[in-house]
């Protein structure tokens, strides 16, 4: 995607791909809405996908594949052992982040526990920008800690900082003084802060932060997931890397860590993950637990198809108009919104837009779910599902209590080249007609509720009958429209 000027005077955002297969969408009229809503426990990880018109619950497994994805699929090597399709993956990824070794998982979670099961000791800490659901939840079954250090701006919803993904520097040596390098099991940057607003992380912090753990002997993890976003904004927002060629990016953040491992549902555009690492011993450690927990080396729990299609989408990440086109649509939404005064975590990052439900409920207490509810309530409103990162997506302590999230977002992600500017128009217009009528929005509470990683299958209802006056109010604006 390019914004190009348009005789108006305008920058209009341009796609750079054309569509040459669809999916039929459909819908469905606000009394189905809700009649799926409720049977989904309020929950938008419950409902099913006939029921909902544009899915913005997440980027990853959806993103749109290209031709040449597609195509490479068709020499796929079907073999358990030995298989080519392996080697040229390998390949692709050595160079990518000139590392010496790669080891393919099934996907991003599942590197998360290889590199736990390596380096987490009980009681050990790991110390990070900002946690994932699945890194913490990995570290944490194995006894270990997790702490983070993300520069104050970070947990902030709204900034002009450019790079609010960082580590803050000063936290981090004193953490080190403080825990002591001994009972660090590992650093780990995250691209692309997931949880915080998609929030990139800069070169420049990256290299400070690489310096003081090699200095320390403390091994530096990447997580990559994100990396596509955080490359994209590196080269926008980085002024010494304007002229710089993506692949030399990321060439340079190999060159700074330990570990790289990422999501290829999310980067690469395809379905599985790997790791990658050029320290030798830490290799043939993660070796032994890939047919463990995996699968034989060379497929490591994914099907050669996925793998053949990753290859080829981890080169075209190294496309500006490829790349783009997700940082782009976030922004686009973020400032209709914002010019209709809704909240939304600025500067606008990568992977969605992250609507501020702590601000938008603020009659909505965090113990009752203000995200959660926001997420229900716009799919009612539009058909639309987002997803909740907020006290949902956290766990209890073990005395029972809520772990208050940082930040109470309502995520619409935009997996890459997917939605159309109109969508994302009516995106804007359903939002801001629930902001208009956002104290007809109650809170939830769970009628089930798991032990570990609740926000998937947790069931919730509404307290008191919002859904309905929520309802009602469509009806009188919108009339008979869906
Ligand atoms: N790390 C990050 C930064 C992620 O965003 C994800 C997944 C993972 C690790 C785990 O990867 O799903 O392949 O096991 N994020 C998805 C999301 C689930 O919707 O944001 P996975």
Request: proline residues 4%; aromatic residues 10%; negative net charge.
């Amino acid at each position: 995607m390019r914004e190009v000027k348009f005789f108006s005077g305008e920058n209009i955002p341009l796609e750079m791909h054309k569509v040459r297969m669809v999916q039929r969408v459909y819908l469905r009229p606000i009394e189905e809405r809700a009649e799926a809503i409720s049977e989904a426990g309020y929950n938008t990880f419950l409902l099913r996908n006939k029921d909902i018109f544009l899915d913005m619950l997440t980027d990853s497994g959806v993103n749109a594949m290209s031709e040449n994805q597609y195509a490479s699929m068709l020499q796929a090597d079907d073999s358990y052992a030995g298989s080519e399709t392996y080697y040229r993956l390998e390949g692709v990824l050595q160079d990518m982040f000139n590392m010496e070794h790669f080891l393919p998982a099934h996907q991003g979670r599942a590197c998360e526990h290889i590199i736990s099961r390596l380096l987490v000791k009980p009681d050990s800490t790991a110390i990070m920008n900002y946690h994932f659901t699945t890194t913490k939840a990995h570290i944490c079954q194995l006894g270990g800690k997790v702490e983070e250090i993300i520069i104050d701006e970070g947990l902030e919803i709204n900034s002009s900082l450019p790079f609010k993904g960082n580590l803050d520097i000063e936290k981090l040596k004193n953490s080190i003084a403080r825990i002591g390098k001994k009972n660090i099991c590992f650093v780990r940057i995250e691209a692309g802060t997931n949880l915080v607003g998609g929030q990139p992380v800069s070169m420049q912090n990256m290299r400070e932060v690489s310096k003081i753990c090699r200095a320390e002997g403390i091994t530096l993890v990447y997580d990559a997931s994100l990396l596509s976003d955080n490359l994209y904004f590196i080269k926008i927002r980085e002024k010494e890397f304007a002229d710089t060629d993506i692949r030399e990016i990321t060439r340079e953040i190999g060159s700074l860590m330990d570990i790289i491992y990422f999501s290829a549902r999310k980067l690469g555009a395809a379905r599985g993950g790997g790791i990658l690492t050029s320290d030798q011993e830490m290799f043939l450690q993660m070796r032994e637990m890939i047919p463990l927990y995996e699968g034989f080396l060379t497929y490591g729990g994914m099907s050669v198809r996925e793998m053949e299609a990753m290859a080829i989408g981890l080169q075209e990440s190294f496309d500006m108009d490829i790349i783009s086109q997700t940082p782009i649509f976030v922004k686009v939404l973020c400032e209709e919104l914002i010019s209709k005064g809704v909240p939304v975590v600025t500067p606008p990052g990568g992977l969605g837009c992250h609507v501020d439900a702590g601000q938008f409920c603020s009659h909505i207490p965090q113990e009752k779910y203000p995200a959660g509810a926001l997420s229900a309530a716009f799919y009612l409103a539009s058909g639309v599902r987002g997803m909740e990162r907020g006290t949902l997506s956290e766990q209890r302590n073990p005395d029972g209590s809520e772990t208050p999230a940082h930040m109470e977002l309502l995520r619409l992600a935009f997996p890459k080249r997917v939605f159309t500017l109109s969508q994302v128009k009516y995106v804007a217009d359903r939002l801001t007609w629930l902001y208009e009528n956002r104290q007809l929005i109650g809170g939830l509470e769970f009628t089930e509720e798991p032990r570990v990683l609740r926000f998937f299958f947790g069931r919730l209802k509404p307290i008191g009958d919002w859904p309905e006056k929520l309802y009602k109010k469509f009806r009188q604006d919108f009339g008979d429209s869906l």
